[in-house]
């Protein structure tokens, strides 16, 4: 390997390639098809999970590896207590709400929150607002496929943009 192949540090665009078992059992993400998804950060920016980015770090394009992390390590114990049961009349387009469905909501601070609906009932929707991985110890099996320098605006901004990222236009930001 060449002394000069960059390896993943601070403030360096990483992009990999990834499979996800959650509790030993294939986890698909949205629209992925059983092969390896595709995911980009700025490693540093706190932007995965603590010992995903920990593992990711000093590897270079076309490392693989495997990672295993707990479920307090990855997104905490499932809490019982965050489930919430409220009346349909409170929720907009209720009835178009299945079980399974991501939805947000708007505290009467203005904060959003994500919840999924856990259960649809006559008169209820029961919201689950833990994450959906929370609970569960998780495995990764992950190829480095991309590793640069990161750019001042996306260190100042805290992840990537453009190639490996997302595309940045100023107007946006003002």
């Known amino acids: ?8 540090a601070d403030n360096m665009v990483v ?3 990834y499979k996800l078992f959650a ?5 698909l993400e949205e629209g992925q098809d059983g ?8 490693h540093g920016a706190g932007m995965i999970l603590p010992g995903l980015e920990e ?3 000093g590897k270079s394009v076309g490392d693989q ?3 295993s992390l707990a479920a307090e390590d990855a997104y905490g114990e499932y809490d019982e207590t965050a489930i919430e049961s409220l009346d349909r009349a409170d929720i907009p ?10 939805i947000e909501l708007e505290d009467d601070e203005g904060f959003i929150d994500v919840a999924f609906v856990k259960e649809v009932t006559p008169d209820a929707i029961i919201l689950d607002f833990n994450e959906p991985l929370a ?3 998780l495995k990764y099996e992950i190829r480095v496929t991309g590793v640069r320098p990161a750019n001042e605006d996306e260190i100042a901004h805290g992840h990537p943009h453009g190639e490996y990222g997302d595309e940045y236009d100023e107007e946006d930001e003002e």
């Open 1 to 8: 390997m060449a002394a000069n192949t960059p390896k993943v």
């Open 15 to 17: 992009t990999f390639e």
């Open 23 to 27: 509790d030993g059992e294939l986890f």
């Open 35 to 42: 092969e390896y998804a595709e995911a980009y950060y700025l």
């Open 55 to 57: 593992a990711l770090a």
């Open 65 to 67: 590896l495997t990672v």
């Open 93 to 102: 387009d209720a009835d178009q709400l299945e079980a399974g469905m991501e």
């Open 135 to 137: 609970g569960k110890a």
